[in-house]
C-alpha cells in the first residue's frame, strides 16, 4: 500500500504538561524513530511515554500514525479517536484521522474528518485537497471538484489543480470506462436495432465485463451483429489507461474469426491531453482488417465547461482507392452533477471521395443521435438511445439502442 508519509508537527500541543524534560526527549526519540521509517522502535517508545502519561493527546497522536503505517488499523482508529475526543480542536489529529480512513479504503469516514480539518484550517489549501481526494474516492465527483476549486482559490498550484479536475472528468469517447467511483467491476448488455428502409432491420448485440483499476480500466466485449441476411461475431479488448499528468489513452484490440460483417482484425489508439482551463484534444488511429485495409484518423477538441462536455471531432477514412471525411458536434449534459447521468445530443456530417460510387465520385450524408445514460442507487445503470442519419441517393436510417449496466 503506498502511503503519503507526513511528518509530525513541528509544534506540539499536549493536553498533559510534560512531566520533566526527560519526558519531552523521550518523545523527540519516539518523533525521530517514526520519521526515520523504525515503526516498531517507535511504538516501543510510544508506549513508555503512554505508560508515564496516559491519555496524553500528542503521545496518542504519535502512536496512531504509527499503527496506520504498520497497517494495524483498529488500534490506529481507537489512538485517534481518542485524542480527537481529548482535544476536538487539534488539527493534526483530524488530518490523521482523515489519512487512516483513505489510506484503509473508507472514503466516506475520511470525508467527515477531513471535513473537521477544513473547519479548522479553512485557508489552508492542503486540506481542501485532502478532502477532495476522499470526495473522489467516494464517487462525489461533484464534491470533488467543488473542492479543488476552493484549494486554487486559496493558493494551490494551478498545473496539479488542472490536472486533478482532469482526472474527474468523464472519459469522452466512453464514459463509463474510467468511472471506477468506488466501483472494482461492471458488467453491461446492450442491443441496437436499425431500420434501413426497403430491407430486413439490422441488430446487433454486445456483451461486456469490466474491471477498473487505479490506473484506467480493462473491458472484454463479446459482439454480435445481423446485417445483410447475415450473422457475425467478434471479441474485443478495450482499454484506458492514465500516462502522465492530464493524459489518458484508449486501447483497443477487436478480432473476428469469421470475419463475416466485422473485420477480421481491428485496433484502435487514441491519446488525450488534457490542455488546461477545461479543454481537451486527442489523437487517433483506428485500423480495420477488411480485404482492403481502411485507417480512420481522428482529431478532436473537447471543453468542460460546469457540468458541460462539448466535443467537435474530424476524422479522415482512407482506404484503397477511395477518401472520405466527417465532422461530428457533440454535447453531454451531466445534469444530476456527477460523472453517471447525462444525457447527450450529437449531429455529424460527411463526404465520401469514390471513382466507383457515384457519377462524379461524390456523396454526402449527414445524422444525428440523442442518448440518455441514467444511473439508479449507484449500481445499475440504464441506457437509451435514438439516431438517424441520410446517406447516398437519399437512403434513410432509424436506429433504436437499449443497455443495462450492474456494477459492483
Same mark, same amino acid.
Given at each position: 500500500?503506498?502511503?503519503?508519509?507526513?511528518?509530525?508537527?513541528?509544534?506540539?500541543?499536549?493536553?498533559?504538561?510534560?512531566?520533566?524534560?526527560?519526558?519531552?526527549?523521550?518523545?523527540?526519540?519516539?518523533?525521530?524513530?517514526?520519521?526515520?521509517? !523504525? #515503526? %516498531?522502535? =517507535?511504538?516501543? /517508545? +510510544?508506549?513508555? &511515554?503512554?505508560?508515564?502519561? *496516559?491519555?496524553?493527546?500528542?503521545?496518542?497522536?504519535?502512536?496512531?500514525?504509527?499503527?496506520?503505517?504498520?497497517?494495524?488499523?483498529?488500534?490506529?482508529?481507537?489512538?485517534?479517536?481518542?485524542?480527537?475526543?481529548?482535544?476536538?480542536?487539534?488539527?493534526?489529529?483530524?488530518?490523521?484521522?482523515?489519512?487512516?480512513?483513505?489510506?484503509?479504503? !473508507? #472514503? %466516506?469516514? =475520511?470525508?467527515? /474528518? +477531513?471535513?473537521? &480539518?477544513?473547519?479548522?484550517? *479553512?485557508?489552508?489549501?492542503?486540506?481542501?485537497?485532502?478532502?477532495?481526494?476522499?470526495?473522489?474516492?467516494?464517487?462525489?465527483?461533484?464534491?470533488?471538484?467543488?473542492?479543488?476549486?476552493?484549494?486554487?482559490?486559496?493558493?494551490?498550484?494551478?498545473?496539479?489543480?488542472?490536472?486533478?479536475?482532469?482526472?474527474?472528468?468523464?472519459?469522452?469517447?466512453? #464514459?463509463?470506462? =474510467?468511472?471506477?467511483?468506488?466501483?472494482?467491476?461492471?458488467?453491461?448488455?446492450?442491443?441496437?436495432?436499425?431500420?434501413?428502409?426497403?430491407?430486413?432491420?439490422?441488430?446487433?448485440?454486445?456483451?461486456?465485463?469490466?474491471?477498473?483499476?487505479?490506473?484506467?480500466?480493462?473491458?472484454?466485449?463479446?459482439?454480435?451483429?445481423?446485417?445483410?441476411?447475415?450473422?457475425?461475431?467478434?471479441?474485443?479488448?478495450?482499454?484506458?489507461?492514465?500516462?502522465?499528468?492530464?493524459?489518458?489513452?484508449?486501447?483497443?484490440?477487436?478480432?473476428?474469426?469469421?470475419?463475416?460483417?466485422?473485420?477480421?482484425?481491428?485496433?484502435?489508439?487514441?491519446?488525450?491531453?488534457?490542455?488546461?482551463?477545461?479543454?481537451?484534444?486527442?489523437?487517433?488511429?483506428?485500423?480495420?482488417?477488411?480485404?482492403?485495409?481502411?485507417?480512420?484518423?481522428?482529431?478532436?477538441?473537447?471543453?468542460?465547461?460546469?457540468?458541460?462536455?462539448?466535443?467537435?471531432?474530424?476524422?479522415?477514412?482512407?482506404?484503397?482507392?477511395?477518401?472520405?471525411?466527417?465532422?461530428?458536434?457533440?454535447?453531454?449534459?451531466?445534469?444530476?452533477?456527477?460523472?453517471?447521468?447525462?444525457?447527450?445530443?450529437?449531429?455529424?456530417?460527411?463526404?465520401?471521395?469514390?471513382?466507383?460510387?457515384?457519377?462524379?465520385?461524390?456523396?454526402?450524408?449527414?445524422?444525428?443521435?440523442?442518448?440518455?445514460?441514467?444511473?439508479?442507487?449507484?449500481?445499475?445503470?440504464?441506457?437509451?438511445?435514438?439516431?438517424?442519419?441520410?446517406?447516398?441517393?437519399?437512403?434513410?436510417?432509424?436506429?433504436?439502442?437499449?443497455?443495462?449496466?450492474?456494477?459492483?
Amino acid at each position: 500500500m503506498a502511503i503519503d508519509f507526513q511528518l509530525p508537527p513541528a509544534a506540539t500541543t499536549q493536553a498533559q504538561a510534560a512531566g520533566s524534560a526527560s519526558f519531552d526527549a523521550q518523545y523527540e526519540r519516539a518523533r525521530a524513530l517514526a520519521n526515520a521509517g !523504525q #515503526p %516498531a522502535l =517507535a511504538l516501543a /517508545a +510510544y508506549n513508555a &511515554l503512554l505508560a508515564q502519561s *496516559p491519555g496524553n493527546v500528542d503521545v496518542l497522536l504519535g502512536r496512531g500514525i504509527v499503527f496506520t503505517r504498520m497497517e494495524r488499523w483498529s488500534e490506529a482508529q481507537a489512538d485517534l479517536e481518542a485524542a480527537a475526543q481529548a482535544a476536538p480542536d487539534y488539527a493534526d489529529v483530524w488530518l490523521a484521522l482523515g489519512n487512516l480512513h483513505q489510506w484503509h479504503d !473508507q #472514503p %466516506a469516514q =475520511a470525508v467527515l /474528518a +477531513y471535513t473537521r &480539518l477544513t473547519v479548522l484550517r *479553512p485557508n489552508d489549501a492542503a486540506s481542501w485537497q485532502a478532502r477532495a481526494r476522499a470526495q473522489r474516492a467516494a464517487g462525489r465527483l461533484d464534491a470533488a471538484r467543488a473542492d479543488l476549486e476552493q484549494a486554487r482559490a486559496l493558493g494551490a498550484n494551478a498545473q496539479e489543480t488542472d490536472a486533478a479536475l482532469a482526472a474527474l472528468r468523464p472519459r469522452p469517447g466512453n #464514459p463509463e470506462a =474510467a468511472l471506477a467511483s468506488g466501483y472494482t467491476w461492471a458488467a453491461s448488455l446492450a442491443g441496437g436495432w436499425t431500420d434501413v428502409g426497403g430491407g430486413p432491420r439490422w441488430n446487433d448485440q454486445t456483451a461486456s465485463l469490466r474491471h477498473y483499476m487505479k490506473s484506467g480500466s480493462l473491458g472484454f466485449e463479446t459482439l454480435r451483429a445481423h446485417r445483410f441476411g447475415q450473422s457475425g461475431q467478434a471479441w474485443a479488448l478495450d482499454a484506458y489507461a492514465d500516462l502522465w499528468r492530464g493524459a489518458y489513452a484508449n486501447i483497443r484490440y477487436q478480432r473476428a474469426p469469421a470475419a463475416r460483417l466485422f473485420p477480421a482484425n481491428a485496433g484502435r489508439v487514441e491519446l488525450y491531453q488534457s490542455l488546461g482551463g477545461g479543454w481537451e484534444a486527442s489523437l487517433a488511429d483506428d485500423v480495420l482488417g477488411f480485404d482492403s485495409r481502411v485507417n480512420i484518423y481522428g482529431v478532436a477538441l473537447g471543453k468542460y465547461v460546469g457540468n458541460w462536455y462539448l466535443q467537435l471531432r474530424h476524422q479522415a477514412i482512407v482506404s484503397a482507392g477511395s477518401h472520405s471525411n466527417g465532422q461530428r458536434l457533440l454535447a453531454r449534459y451531466y445534469y444530476a452533477g456527477d460523472a453517471d447521468t447525462y444525457l447527450e445530443a450529437s449531429v455529424n456530417s460527411g463526404r465520401s471521395d469514390d471513382p466507383l460510387s457515384l457519377a462524379g465520385g461524390r456523396a454526402r450524408s449527414g445524422g444525428g443521435s440523442v442518448t440518455w445514460v441514467r444511473y439508479w442507487g449507484g449500481n445499475w445503470g440504464g441506457k437509451l438511445g435514438a439516431s438517424f442519419s441520410r446517406g447516398a441517393n437519399d437512403a434513410r436510417e432509424r436506429g433504436l439502442t437499449l443497455g443495462l449496466v450492474r456494477r459492483w
